[in-house]
């Protein structure tokens, strides 16, 4: 079946410094690919996807590129803020269904 | 747009009550909502798939009778707890996708409801 995995955390940074987090998936066929950032307390809000091969999502100064060629979505992020703190969400949705599929989450800490 | 809503955001109750969820597309009509649960600093689990009209599909090892789902409309779905224990204490969470031609849905969530059961 279908499995996403993250890079574990907590991921501790300051702020101002470069943030990646790896997620890589398998899946059959060419699931659209998501990640979602959660906040403390909230629910989880839609960050940015990519629906085909070498697509790259963006939003609020974060990116990641769809690589089928090797399975990955990571997310990346020039200068991290204090306020970036939450936990992320990949995702993929594969195109025979409509039901996401979750990594782990991975908890970003950044300080001042 | 693509906004979903749930209520209420935080429910306190005494173990045996029952506790209704409901979960809105304000400006899209949803066929399909998801509801799941999240366990603190855990990934979410999902519960099950809420169908519009019919039956709601159950993941595994989740007790239909304990979670009842009704999708009355294009834009509510409600969970309904029933007799609640403390066990069943946790964040729920529903999510709603617009249907667009081609690529799968993307899946908007609501701000969840925190449960406590006393």
């Known amino acids: 079946g279908d499995s996403v995995t993250q890079m574990e955390g907590p991921v501790t940074l300051s702020e101002e410094a470069f943030l990646t987090i790896n997620c890589t998936y398998t899946a059959t066929g060419y699931p659209s690919l998501f990640w979602y950032v959660q906040y403390p307390g909230e629910g989880l809000q839609l960050l940015l996807k990519?629906?085909?091969?070498?697509d790259k999502g963006s939003n609020k100064g974060f990116e990641a590129t769809y690589r089928k060629e090797t399975t990955s979505f990571h997310l990346e992020k020039g200068s991290v803020q204090v306020s970036d703190s939450a936990v992320y969400f990949c995702?993929?949705?594969?195109?025979?269904?409509?039901?996401?599929?979750f990594g782990g989450g991975t908890r970003l800490m950044v300080k001042p | 747009g693509a906004v979903v809503s749930q209520h209420p955001s935080w429910v306190i109750c005494k173990s045996g009550t029952s506790v209704k969820i409901e979960c809105r597309s304000l400006d899209f009509q949803a066929t399909t909502m998801f509801w799941y649960r999240q366990f603190p600093k855990q990934s979410l689990m999902l519960m099950a798939t809420s169908n519009e009209g019919s039956k709601a599909t159950y993941e595994q090892g989740v007790e239909k009778d304990k979670f009842l789902i009704n999708h009355a409309s294009l834009t509510l779905s409600t969970l309904t707890v029933t007799s609640a224990h403390p066990e069943d204490s946790s964040f729920y969470i529903c999510?709603?996708?617009?249907?667009?031609?081609?690529?799968?849905?993307?899946?908007?969530f609501g701000p969840g409801t925190r449960l406590l059961v006393l």
């Open positions: 999510s709603a996708g617009p249907r667009t031609s081609g690529a799968p849905e993307t899946q908007y």
């Open positions: 995702a993929l949705i594969n195109n025979a269904g409509n039901m996401l599929t």
């Open positions: 990519a629906t085909k091969a070498d």
